[in-house]
């Protein structure tokens, strides 16, 4: 008897043995693989940088609080300097891991995945960037622009300076200057602006910037001088979003009167522009700060565990909150797919139908933490922007200070628009829009 129960508990140690070195297998099977396509070096490092990080640190922290249902984020950054083939070079690396979703930070590296995602049924999400038309889910199943897209963004610009003058009526007979980097980013919205001041009765001239943008004496001279703007609106990126306000204060331009894309409205853009930045309007799709109950968490958990993913001083600033908020967007897609698939790592068609179904409430939120943060977000199978909400902050010389509430888009017109694009693309690639939220 003594002999088989010394057998007995020798198999059950050897048992209990195996069952411990396969214990990390069994957990690495109940993570969500999330690569981070990020960029940490080259010239555009401020912004991949705050907003990668604001994205990992909100998985870190969810990882803290034990997880998504008990299922813990494993983030795997791949670098890719904002260089469109070694976008492409990481989407392929990392594709074997079966991401649920891909989020490449980049519109040239978006562009570039587009047609591969959609083949490879792996939702492609690029918040605020990327290209405006595949807000329209019947021709881009597998493409996500909430929660608001480009177009949606120049609507709103004019609206807000619109509500600066006074009111809509008195856009009519202003000068606006459209000061763009020549690239396609920055070419994108003319259509739109041109569109909207016949609507309006507006002028628009547009005065393209050779890249990179350093040298734009020329371009202030027509715009100040010969042209005589009243506004002036800012879409360049990097460091050709300094150099207007530096050229605006030399030619006595005011920079109340200039307003900047959500890529031209971050700490890194105006603090080296030094005085020559106060004043300066910038558009945005998320809150700027500390002073989120959702931040503050960040801040006790993460970084006081000294677990943070950028130096401390970067918390809170524009492209970080950017990424917290992305990352919300993310995290409650996976759980709206848990509770329609079951809790398990979500795959890339169950976060494909979670990401058009989404329906974060300004109760919901609230209830993160994330009030004022973000706005709320609504999306369909026909619909992948999923409101379009902007709002624009100032640079006040040492933060940028909200300006008004949330700023409605001018919905019916950019849909329109998104869906004539999207249909001239369906033509182009022989896509058949889809007529139901069924995928074929």
Avoid at 170 to 197: C, H, W
Avoid at 323 to 336: H, K, P, S, T
Avoid at 342 to 358: D, F, I, S
Wanted: glycine share 10%; with cysteine.
């Amino acid at each position: 008897m003594g002999r088989f129960m010394n057998t007995f508990l020798a198999l059950l140690s050897l048992v209990v043995a195996l069952l411990l070195l396969l214990a990390p297998g069994l957990v690495q099977a109940q993570e969500q693989y999330v690569p981070c396509l990020i960029y940490r070096t080259g010239p555009f490092a401020p912004g991949g940088s705050g907003a990668g990080s604001g994205w990992e640190d909100f998985m870190e922290l969810i990882n803290m609080k034990g997880g998504v249902n008990g299922i813990k984020y494993k983030y795997e950054e791949c670098e890719t300097a904002y260089d469109t083939a070694r976008g492409v070079e990481c989407y392929e690396r990392v594709k074997p891991k079966k991401p649920a979703y891909i989020q490449p930070y980049s519109t040239g590296i978006s562009y570039a995945l587009l047609d591969r995602t959609a083949r490879d049924k792996i939702p492609l999400v690029f918040m605020g960037y990327g290209r405006a038309d595949a807000s329209d889910g019947r021709v881009f199943p597998w493409a996500f622009t909430f929660p608001t897209n480009y177009w949606s963004q120049n609507t709103a610009k004019i609206k807000f300076i619109g509500q600066q003058m006074g009111g809509m009526d008195k856009l009519k007979g202003l000068k606006i200057a459209n000061l763009y980097i020549d690239v396609p980013y920055g070419q994108e919205t003319r259509p739109l602006l041109e569109k909207m001041s016949k609507m309006y009765g507006f002028e628009v001239q547009h005065f393209p910037v050779p890249w990179p943008g350093i040298d734009q004496k020329a371009q202030w001279m027509d715009i100040a001088r010969r042209y005589k703007a009243d506004w002036v609106i800012n879409r360049n990126w990097g460091v050709s979003c300094t150099v207007p306000l530096k050229e605006a204060a030399r030619l006595g331009f005011p920079r109340d009167r200039i307003v900047g894309v959500w890529w031209c409205g971050s700490e890194e853009d105006v603090l080296p522009a030094g005085p020559a930045a106060a004043g300066y309007y910038a558009s945005n799709f998320n809150g700027v700060g500390r002073d989120f109950p959702l931040i503050q968490e960040i801040i006790d958990k993460v970084y006081g565990a000294m677990k943070g993913n950028i130096s401390f001083i970067r918390v809170g600033s524009v492209y970080y909150n950017r990424g917290v908020v992305q990352g919300i967007a993310f995290d409650e897609a996976i759980r709206l797919a848990h509770k329609k698939f079951g809790v398990h790592p979500v795959t890339a068609e169950e976060m494909q139908w979670a990401l058009e179904n989404l329906n974060i409430t300004e109760g919901r939120i609230k209830e993160i933490g994330a009030e004022g943060l973000m706005p709320p977000i609504k999306t369909s199978w026909k619909d992948h922007e999923g409101g379009g909400w902007v709002r624009f902050q100032q640079w006040d010389g040492h933060k940028w200070v909200p300006v008004g509430g949330w700023v409605e888009p001018l919905r019916e017109f950019v849909r329109k628009e998104v869906e004539e694009s999207a249909a001239k693309y369906a033509k182009e690639k022989g896509i058949t829009p889809r007529t139901s939220e069924a995928l074929k």
